[in-house]
């Protein structure tokens, strides 16, 4: 098995690592392009495998080929490979905006195709990413695209006309809770502590409580209450969150999110 990535930026080694990583293939089982020997020869090095600036090369050689470039330049890339992909090859694309409809009709010849997007938390491992099959997608491709997800995070198949709430609500989200960080750390400094620690108490603050709710399953409002004491500190903090209208705020960045997603 050859799997071969088009692309050698920050999500393509992350997928690399994971892959890497966790054991699923060998250095010498992966394989990319970039398009700057500078790039290919810094992967190469980093991470054992071959490394070039020639994509029908990759195309060629790959049973796997995950497409790692920006949906920008996604048409120029497949015009370029398109006759170099064999029929068999097992196509990934990781684009946002750009349809499995799309991807079709950029390679004018019928494509064994999957569309994922992780967001960017893949890149320390804990990636959040939806998986979009073609009708008749074989189940021995559904799983080898699900364990390459899965060597970096989570991943969760869906419907594709979901993937644009998956958007809104996964792949942009990462910039939501960095604002929230943000905010959190401001205030922290604000009330007299050192912006490092702010940092750091914010982060593992957030961090924590995502993994408590995902580890216990509870709702997260039972988790919420399970903090508010009567009369206390934080239910005074909620109470002020619920006047500003943090919960119709992230409701309404959400759907803008999803709409522009849409327009894409």
Same mark, same amino acid.
């Given at each position: 098995?050859?799997?071969?990535?088009? %692309?050698?930026?920050?999500?393509?080694?992350?997928?690399?690592?994971?892959?890497?990583?966790?054991?699923?293939?060998?250095?010498?089982?992966?394989?990319?392009?970039? =398009?700057?020997?500078?790039?290919?020869?810094?992967?190469?090095?980093?991470?054992?495998?071959?490394?070039?600036?020639?994509?029908?090369?990759?195309?060629?050689?790959?049973?796997?080929?995950?497409?790692?470039?920006?949906?920008?330049?996604?048409?120029?890339?497949?015009?370029?490979?398109?006759?170099?992909?064999?029929?068999?090859?097992?196509?990934?694309?990781?684009?946002?905006?750009?349809?499995?409809?799309?991807?079709?009709?950029?390679?004018?010849?019928?494509?064994?195709?999957?569309?994922?997007?992780?967001?960017?938390?893949?890149?320390?491992?804990?990636?959040?990413?939806?998986?979009?099959?073609?009708?008749?997608?074989?189940?021995?491709?559904?799983?080898?695209?699900?364990?390459?997800?899965?060597?970096?995070?989570?991943?969760?198949?869906?419907?594709?006309?979901?993937?644009?709430?998956?958007?809104?609500?996964?792949?942009?989200?990462?910039?939501?809770?960095?604002?929230?960080?943000?905010?959190?750390?401001?205030?922290?400094?604000?009330?007299?502590?050192?912006?490092?620690?702010?940092?750091?108490?914010?982060?593992?603050?957030?961090?924590?409580?995502?993994?408590?709710?995902?580890?216990? %399953?509870?709702?997260?409002?039972?988790?919420?209450?399970?903090?508010?004491?009567?009369?206390?500190?934080?239910?005074?903090?909620?109470?002020?969150?619920?006047? =500003?209208?943090?919960?119709?705020?992230?409701?309404?960045?959400? %759907?803008?999110?999803?709409?522009?997603?849409?327009?894409?």
């Amino acid at each position: 098995m050859k799997i071969g990535f088009i %692309g050698l930026g920050n999500m393509a080694t992350a997928m690399i690592g994971g892959i890497i990583g966790k054991g699923l293939y060998q250095p010498a089982e992966l394989m990319g392009s970039a =398009k700057t020997e500078k790039t290919a020869k810094g992967v190469a090095e980093k991470y054992g495998i071959e490394a070039c600036t020639d994509n029908q090369r990759v195309a060629a050689c790959a049973d796997v080929l995950v497409l790692a470039v920006k949906p920008v330049f996604l048409a120029e890339v497949i015009a370029q490979i398109r006759d170099s992909v064999d029929d068999d090859t097992l196509v990934v694309s990781i684009a946002a905006g750009k349809s499995i409809a799309w991807l079709e009709e950029q390679f004018g010849k019928p494509v064994r195709l999957v569309r994922c997007m992780p967001n960017t938390p893949a890149l320390v491992g804990e990636a959040c990413t939806c998986v979009c099959l073609k009708e008749n997608t074989a189940d021995a491709d559904r799983e080898l695209v699900l364990r390459m997800m899965e060597s970096f995070g989570k991943a969760s198949v869906l419907p594709e006309r979901l993937i644009d709430a998956f958007t809104g609500v996964a792949g942009s989200s990462p910039a939501y809770v960095f604002l929230f960080l943000e905010a959190l750390a401001d205030a922290a400094v604000c009330a007299g502590i050192p912006r490092a620690q702010a940092y750091e108490f914010a982060a593992q603050s957030v961090l924590g409580s995502a993994k408590l709710m995902l580890e216990t %399953g509870m709702h997260p409002a039972q988790l919420k209450d399970m903090v508010c004491s009567p009369a206390g500190t934080t239910i005074e903090a909620v109470k002020v969150l619920e006047e =500003k209208g943090l919960r119709a705020a992230v409701m309404d960045a959400v %759907g803008a999110c999803v709409e522009k997603a849409k327009s894409l």
